[in-house]
């Protein structure tokens, strides 16, 4: 690779955002296999050009007078451009989901303490279209109360969903769950069970997209043959309702196996749809605080319910104690337990949680700032997505803090810092906040290591 294109990806890298000046940046030929090495100025531009033999990177960081301690970037050259973190892999290029957190992989958390299979109870029965409108028209079937934009369907899959019907095609099984007044909430089916209510009650959308029946396009409900009206209506179909008897952690687990719409529930979700009562506004409440927002930045997408299971994730391990967290436990059950025990809280008590942890959040603005629950290895760091297991962490730590211990560790905030970016390169803690985060020793590892920091932090 040529000085000059060297230089030019150097420079390109600077316009991305993801360094700053003074960072550290190696280039490999794929061909030669030589380093084309380069310091960042202040000035956006390329200073020290040169070309090294070295294969190891501490001794090439070493030659420019760098600490090999000090974290550093790496880019390779493969044809295409890829970035990795040589000196801390398990930071490299940490993406945000969706809801802005940080990305991590989809690990089902070990089951320690199997449910019963007995305790699983689901009668199957047929149910007619015009039963299901009339069964939503009175509100007993249950659509979350929360908004899902994204994977809702247009109205030519709509139509199509219709059309079926009116042709007696089978359409797949609706899976409900049934409260103790026999009303039902949708496990799978939503989108639906929205698009029949939607046609036969609502007449929100006209047919349109029909492979077959093209001469009812751009027709309402009302406007089809009487005829074709009753063949929607009276078609029969299949439907599993969970008995109300079954335990939440169980129906838990069946919502989240059974879910297939093109846009499955989040963990978050299902648990809304299990657990109505005071504990849904006050999570509301507390994710929409001005507290809450400033510590995060807004980064948190609210509409899958992220920010609500962060709360509730602080909740869960404040109001309960990290310490009691065991290893027959896991943490969906917990987060649901935690939701029902929240229901069956008096006003004050609710409100002494709200108090604890609107003053996390002021503390953890205050120290860290935009830093605030993301990972950090350097004072001059990018700001990498909110962590989830930190979010737990320091803010219940932070809680359990009385005010003038908050206002002593916001003095001390550069101590608090340094020592958290020390902690950082803890590879064990790493682990405990990047992957199955929810195991039980890994919960006990972090909580307890970001005790003992505060505990210093205030000491000295």
Avoid at 59 to 78: C, M, N, R, Y
Avoid at 254 to 275: P, S, V, Y
Avoid at 307 to 334: I, N
Wanted: net charge neutral; aromatic share 8%.
């Amino acid at each position: 690779m040529k000085t000059e294109e060297t230089e030019e990806l150097l420079k390109g890298l600077l316009d991305t955002g993801r360094f700053v000046p003074g960072d550290l940046l190696q280039c490999r030929s794929k061909n030669d296999h030589q380093i084309h090495s380069g310091t960042l100025t202040i000035d956006g531009g390329v200073e020290d050009y040169r070309q090294h033999q070295f294969s190891d990177p501490i001794a090439w960081a070493k030659s420019l007078g760098h600490s090999p301690d000090q974290a550093w970037d790496a880019v390779e050259i493969h044809g295409r451009y890829t970035l990795r973190h040589e000196k801390d892999a398990y930071l490299a290029e940490q993406e945000e989901d969706e809801d802005g957190l940080e990305s991590v992989p989809d690990e089902e958390e070990a089951i320690t303490n199997p449910f019963n299979p007995e305790k699983i109870k689901v009668f199957n029965k047929n149910l007619l279209v015009g039963l299901l409108v009339k069964r939503m028209e009175n509100g007993e079937i249950k659509t979350p109360r929360f908004q899902r934009k994204a994977g809702i369907w247009k109205d030519d899959r709509k139509s199509r969903l219709i059309e079926s019907l009116l042709l007696r095609i089978p359409i797949p099984v609706f899976y409900f769950a049934a409260d103790k007044s026999d009303n039902w909430n949708v496990v799978d089916g939503l989108q639906r069970t929205t698009a029949i209510f939607e046609f036969v009650q609502e007449q929100k959308y006209k047919l349109s997209g029909l492979q077959y029946l093209k001469k009812h396009e751009g027709k309402v409900y009302e406007d089809l043959p009487r005829s074709m009206q009753r063949r929607i209506e009276e078609t029969e179909l299949t439907v599993n309702v969970i008995d109300p008897d079954t335990p939440k952690e169980v129906t838990f687990n069946i919502f989240h196996r059974i879910n297939t719409g093109g846009m499955q529930l989040t963990r978050q979700e299902i648990r809304h749809a299990l657990h109505e009562g005071p504990v849904l506004g006050f999570l509301k409440d507390l994710a929409e605080s001005d507290e809450f927002l400033a510590a995060t930045q807004r980064s948190v997408n609210p509409e899958r319910l992220a920010d609500q299971e962060l709360v509730l994730r602080f909740l869960a391990f404040f109001e309960r104690g990290w310490e009691s967290y065991q290893a027959r436990d896991e943490l969906d059950r917990w987060l649901g337990s935690t939701m029902e025990q929240i229901n069956a809280m008096k006003d004050r008590q609710r409100g002494d949680l709200r108090l604890a942890f609107l003053g996390a959040m002021k503390t953890a603005s205050d120290i860290f700032q935009k830093y605030a629950f993301r990972k950090r290895t350097k004072l001059n760091d990018r700001k990498y997505p909110i962590n989830k297991a930190l979010f737990e962490s320091w803010s219940v730590a932070l809680a359990r803090l009385q005010p003038a211990q908050r206002e002593k560790l916001v003095d001390c905030k550069n101590d608090v810092v340094r020592k958290s970016i020390k902690l950082m390169r803890d590879k064990d803690f790493v682990d405990s906040v990047t992957t199955a985060t929810g195991g039980y020793k890994k919960v006990h590892y972090r909580f307890d290591k970001v005790d003992q920091l505060v505990k210093e932090c205030l000491n000295c």
